[in-house]
């Protein structure tokens, strides 16, 4: 009889053992799935208001004019942070990482534009980068963004696209191109870059909200302007009344569509682009790393296709390796020239 309790007792203590031994084994399971889980997410972050790049221009039809929409109001010019502002970024990331001023430039709809604006001021890497713009406000604050869309009579299409103005449109079957410029000035205040979201809709669907609105394109584009020489850029920009700081956002604004409404206007596929290279360049106050594709090269800029499907025109004298101009040794007839200005 003492055997078997001795026995009853020994099987009931290794039962227990067993179910703590499982239970613990179950709690690290779970927990190193939901470590699992977080890290996958930091991992994989997408930052609020990504411009997502969406490309169906082959179903647009040819002979179609563009009617270009720009937001109401003034321009709007902000500081460009710098790129570990948000600290994201990473030594030895080939790509650059996300910052507050990303956000700025990735705002999806144009009636949340002032709205996204200012909860972004709450960010304090961008209040501090906002102070080097302050000179400026003055120049700017009476420009309409209406008024530095000009030439648009000037800018050659292919498949016998053209564009005009918004106010010109009488059909809701009209198609819109409609662009949102954020000015970035840099801390050196030596280099003016113009970040734009680029869509094409019918407009029918202006009222609809953007997440239902059917886009045959969509896209970021980024124009940099050249470096200027200057041992004192604000005198440079602000010469003559702003005279400078006005033609280069309006030459900015400029390259900018005509380099969205060449790539609408053009049926040719991103997907067929496969000349992926390395590229560093100045982007005004820091080394840019980005792995792309060369879109066009007119020896005086050169503009490539991101990962993520942006598009940026960089000045030649800005690249940081050794670039062979392709102008005259250019041979697809199907990839768009950028006409210089």
């Known amino acids: ?45 997408n930052p609020k208001g990504y411009v997502k790049h969406v490309d169906n221009r082959t179903i647009l039809k040819e002979n179609s004019k563009l009617y270009v929409k720009v937001p109401d109001g003034t321009a709007l010019i902000i500081g460009k942070a710098a790129p570990n502002s948000g600290n994201v970024d990473h030594m030895g990331m080939i790509y650059p990482a996300v910052t507050p001023v990303d956000f700025f430039a990735a705002i999806i709809t144009h009636a949340a534009i002032t709205e996204s604006v200012k909860n972004d001021k709450k960010n304090k890497a961008q209040d501090l980068a906002d102070e080097v713009i302050l000179p400026y406000r003055p120049f700017v604050k009476d420009i309409a963004n209406q008024a530095l869309v000009t030439q648009l009579n000037d800018i050659a299409l292919s498949r016998g ?65 050249s470096k200027i020489e200057s041992e004192s850029p604000q005198e440079y920009w602000l010469a003559n009344n702003g005279l400078r700081l006005v033609t280069t956002m309006r030459s900015l604004l400029s390259k900018t569509l005509e380099l969205g409404a060449v790539q609408v206007s053009s049926n040719r596929e991103h997907s067929q682009i496969n000349n992926q290279q390395n590229f560093r360049y100045d982007d005004g106050d820091t080394t840019a790393f980005e792995r792309a594709s060369i879109i066009s090269d007119d020896c005086e800029r050169v503009v490539i296709h991101t990962l993520r499907g942006w598009l940026k025109s960089i000045p030649i004298e800005r690249l940081k390796d050794k670039h062979v ?17």
């Open 1 to 45: 009889m003492q055997s078997s309790q001795i026995l009853n007792s020994k099987l009931f203590k290794g039962g227990v053992s067993s179910q703590l031994l499982r239970a613990t084994t179950m709690l690290r399971i779970l927990v190193i799935s939901l470590l699992s889980i977080i890290l996958c997410a930091c991992s994989t972050y």
């Open 161 to 225: 696209f053209e564009l005009a103005r918004f106010q010109d449109s009488q059909s809701e079957d009209d198609m819109v191109l409609d662009i949102t410029p954020i000015y970035l000035l840099n801390q050196q205040q030596d280099t003016l870059t113009l970040r734009t979201q680029f869509l094409v809709y019918q407009k029918k669907e202006l009222h609809i909200a953007a997440k239902k609105r059917a886009v045959f394109y969509q896209n970021q584009i980024e124009v940099l302007s």
């Open 325 to 341: 101009c392709q102008k005259g040794l250019e041979a697809n007839s199907e990839k768009p020239i950028i006409n210089a200005y």
